[in-house]
């Protein structure tokens, strides 16, 4: 959105945040609970793209694969063995779960750097979603596999017995941060990955520093290119890591 | 008075992304140096470094949501 900086000596018209405004999709009334915004468009978009790479390009089932069934192919084998590694092998029952989470964070984060896009991960609203149902299923699975012994992981049996109430508040406490971190972890780089590439071009009406700035563009886009899937491996690892947790709670 | 108290604010927060900035480096560097000890040990390590790149960061990622709520929320 460069072209609506036309101020006289340059400067930034348009205001960095702008591009995270959520707004209806159709007409101008407020924004409910059911209206449909531009959140809702990306995040259909988002989830048809998941489903137009893993059902439409695997439904071939060539010997040879092409490019599609290339790529389904190996999300499905990074994310499995990821699973396999970091949370253990009785991980795989949640193996779907884990690559739905992978596919539709990955996707939004790669939707979200298309120009004139929007990045839905960017809201809080959406990530704290997803963490907070890691969250509660960990727990829930938690307690459903080992019952009152999942308390244990709160119980550091390897420490000296008088640091051990000290150290249970500290583990409450991390347990609790969880969900916390990790949303904010995810919609804080996007959003803040962004929200430099737009002060970057607000710099591109200055007409002395515009090559520089175009140059700083394209590096950071470079750049959130690395991070929107870094941090979406960060999140699924992550998620990996809590069920492990979960499934041997013993330290 | 308050705004400008809040955004002087905001940008002390900065400060935060430095420090972040130096765990961070701290965590990739110890993982070079040890990778570079025993290169057949550090491919099983890189999940290893990535949560603890994440860690690292996530603090940072705080420093600038307290100065994102001091810019917008207050």
Known sequence: MATEAQGEEGGLVFHPMDQFIVKPLFGDGPVGLFTITNVTLWMAITVVAVIALMVLGTSGRATIPGR???IGELAYGFIYKMVEDVAGKDAVAFFPYIMTLFMFIVFANFLGLVPMSFTTTSHFAVTVLLALLVFVT???VGFVKNGAAF???FWVSSAPLALRPVLAVIEIISYFVRPVS???RLAGNLMAGHAVIKVFAG????AAVSPL???AITAMYGLEVLVSFIQAYVFTILTCVY????????? | MEGELAHIGAGLAAIGSGAAAIGVGTVAGNFLSGALRNPSAAAGQTATLFIGIAFAEALGIFSFLVALLLMFAV
């Open chain 1, 243 to 251: 069920l492990k947790d979960a499934l041997h709670p013993s330290h």
């Open chain 1, 203 to 206: 710099f591109a009406a200055i």
């Open chain 1, 182 to 184: 990790h949303s904010i």
């Open chain 1, 151 to 153: 308390l244990g992981l």
């Open chain 1, 68 to 70: 599609m069934q290339s």
């Open chain 1, 138 to 140: 960990v727990t829930v």
């Open chain 1, 213 to 215: 700035s175009v140059v």
